[in-house]
């Protein structure tokens, strides 16, 4: 009678199956590879979960000690005194009539309306991210200019949830723009852009642990924040939805 076999070693250990039922020996095999794979995934969520919260929590610091330091350079104002007018000479009546002229109005300042939605849309945008909430009172302004294409797109899909603009938008960078990796600030841009809508870390975090987006190491230490990218999972998990 035929006998099947297999071993597996890992360090001191050895598990060993010998048995003449073959269809034993496959489901037995088969149940071993399941939960090796699921060991493996579950081993790397924990890992991407526990760089992000790491890197989460040096930004946080590095922000807080930023501020701080702001804080702590700013000059104190100076007192000053009101000067007191200058005695002006007397003259006659009839001097005035011809020597005096009305001073000519201060010239309008310019703006730069650019420069000045960037800075708001800038300075909104870091807000929204540290601190999200549930709606945003931010409106475009009709000198940022939007993204019509990024905009027909996300109209044909189907959103329910934050993660969902979240999906869809790393989709778009991969597929579209040729943009595999991507920061958090540089995914906000996009949504509140054009659609004034924010992801906060907490949809980032679920995300990871759902395999969907992964965190990816700056080998470099050149980009200054952290880089994810839109795992084959969650694209097979969009393109099923």
Same mark, same amino acid.
């Given at each position: 009678m035929?006998?099947y076999?297999f071993?597996i ?10 048995t003449s039922?073959?269809?034993?020996l496959?489901?037995?095999f088969?149940?071993w ?5 699921e060991y493996?995934?579950q081993?790397?969520?924990?890992e991407h ?5 790491t890197?989460i929590r040096e930004?946080?610091e590095?922000t ?5 330091a702001?804080?702590?350079n !700013?000059?104190e104002?100076?007192e000053?005194?009101?000067e007191a007018?200058?005695? &002006?000479p /007397? =003259? #006659? ?9 009305p001073?000519?109005?201060?010239e309008?300042?310019v703006r730069n ?6 800075g708001?849309f800038d300075?909104?945008?870091e ?5 999200p909430q549930?709606?945003?009172?931010f409106k475009?302004s009709?000198?940022?200019k939007?993204d019509?294409?990024?905009l027909?797109?996300?109209a044909d899909r189907?959103?329910e !949830?934050k993660?969902?603009?979240?999906l869809?938008?790393a989709?778009?960078?991969t &597929?579209? /723009? =040729? #943009? ?10 996009k949504?509140?852009?054009n659609?004034?809508?924010?992801i906060?870390h907490a949809?980032l ?5 759902r395999?969907?987006?992964e965190?990816l190491?700056d080998?470099?230490?050149l980009?200054g924040a952290?880089?994810?990218?839109l795992?084959a999972?969650g694209?097979?998990?969009l393109m099923?939805?």
């Amino acid at each position: 009678m035929a006998s099947y076999s297999f071993k597996i070693t890992k360090g001191k250990y050895v598990l060993e199956l010998v048995t003449s039922d073959k269809e034993l020996l496959v489901e037995q095999f088969g149940m071993w590879v399941r939960q090796a794979g699921e060991y493996a995934r579950q081993k790397k969520i924990k890992e991407h979960k526990d760089t992000v919260n790491t890197q989460i929590r040096e930004e946080e610091e590095i922000t807080k000690q930023n501020i701080e330091a702001q804080i702590n350079n !700013r000059p104190e104002p100076e007192e000053t005194q009101p000067e007191a007018p200058a005695p &002006q000479p /007397e =003259q #006659k009546e009839q001097d005035l009539d011809i020597f005096y002229a009305p001073p000519s109005p201060p010239e309008p300042a310019v703006r730069n309306e650019n420069d000045e939605a960037g800075g708001v849309f800038d300075n909104i945008l870091e807000q929204s991210m540290n601190n999200p909430q549930t709606e945003l009172s931010f409106k475009t302004s009709p000198s940022i200019k939007k993204d019509n294409a990024f905009l027909n797109y996300m109209a044909d899909r189907k959103i329910e !949830r934050k993660i969902d603009y979240l999906l869809l938008t790393a989709y778009y960078f991969t &597929q579209f /723009e =040729q #943009k595999p990796r991507f920061t958090l600030k540089q995914l906000n841009a996009k949504l509140m852009q054009n659609l004034a809508v924010i992801i906060d870390h907490a949809v980032l975090q679920e995300a990871i642990n759902r395999d969907y987006i992964e965190c990816l190491p700056d080998l470099t230490g050149l980009v200054g924040a952290s880089e994810y990218r839109l795992t084959a999972y969650g694209e097979k998990t969009l393109m099923e939805e």
